[in-house]
T-cell receptor, first 113, second 113 residues
Framework: DQQVKQNSPSLSVQEGRISILNCDYTNSMFDYFLWYKKYPAEGPTFLISISSIKDKNEDGRFTVFLNKSAKHLSLHIVPSQPGDSAVYFCAARTEYNFNKFYFGSGTKLNVKP | ETGVTQSPTHLIKTRGQQVTLRCSSQSGHNTVSWYQQALGQGPQFIFQYYREEENGRGNFPPRFSGLQFPNYSSELNVNALELDDSALYLC????????????FGPGTRLTVL
């Protein structure tokens, strides 16, 4: 069962513009959400996270928004840079099973110079 | 600080064989999780080890087993390999406190022929 879904397999954005990556989930017990970035031949790298008690978390060019009622989160990258080109995964976990992370299938972001 | 390392990088096996993959956790981390990432999919949780004990398991059959050693390094063993076991196997290490992010290794690419 796919409890975390990323419905856009790919996204192409011009350098300097905003990139918006979306993620939907079905499990209302998820209380912690993360975004990971993955370059080819490397493991996923942690980018930013958000607890379910917040609706926004910002770290430099990266902002994650959480809409609990819609079971939706998004990652905004402003401004986008060519080095941001990678596959982005969202992940989630529950408080009662916090060692198990559920990942989406990923969105490949291409930032064009 | 040493990051998460995995060996081997690539591996080719035939159906029915057995395979052992290895992971060294990041310095100071006592928890290791294993994930299977099939082509075009996100990582799927196999199991986690904490202080040499299995501490949570995903929806994988018993032929997937693991070990964690006193130095917190870990092995993933897969018996009776099937074609569908072909995937990237990722190891992630983390500490045990609070909302801890997981730090991933580069993965082992397993091909089953």
């Amino acid at each position: 069962d796919q409890q975390v879904k990323q419905n856009s397999p790919s996204l192409s954005v011009q350098e300097g513009r905003i990139s918006i990556l979306n993620c939907d989930y079905t499990n209302s017990m998820f209380d912690y959400f993360l975004w990971y970035k993955k370059y080819p031949a490397e493991g996923p790298t942690f980018l930013i996270s958000i607890s379910s008690i917040k609706d926004k978390n910002e770290d430099g060019r990266f902002t994650v928004f959480l809409n609990k009622s819609a079971k939706h989160l998004s990652l905004h990258i402003v401004p986008s840079q060519p080095g941001d080109s990678a596959v982005y995964f969202c992940a989630a976990r529950t408080e009662y099973n916090f060692n198990k992370f559920y990942f989406g299938s990923g969105t490949k972001l291409n930032v064009k110079p | 600080e040493t990051g998460v390392t995995q060996s081997p990088t690539h591996l080719i096996k035939t159906r029915g064989q057995q395979v052992t993959l290895r992971c060294s956790s990041q310095s100071g981390h006592n928890t290791v999780s294993w994930y299977q990432q099939a082509l075009g999919q996100g990582p799927q949780f196999i199991f986690q080890y904490y202080r040499e004990e299995e501490n949570g398991r995903g929806n994988f059959p018993p032929r997937f087993s693991g070990l964690q050693f006193p130095n917190y390094s870990s092995e993933l063993n897969v018996n009776a390999l099937e074609l569908d076991d072909s995937a990237l196997y990722l190891c992630a290490s983390s500490g045990r406190t609070g909302n801890n992010e997981q730090f991933f290794g580069p993965g082992t690419r397993l091909t089953v022929l």
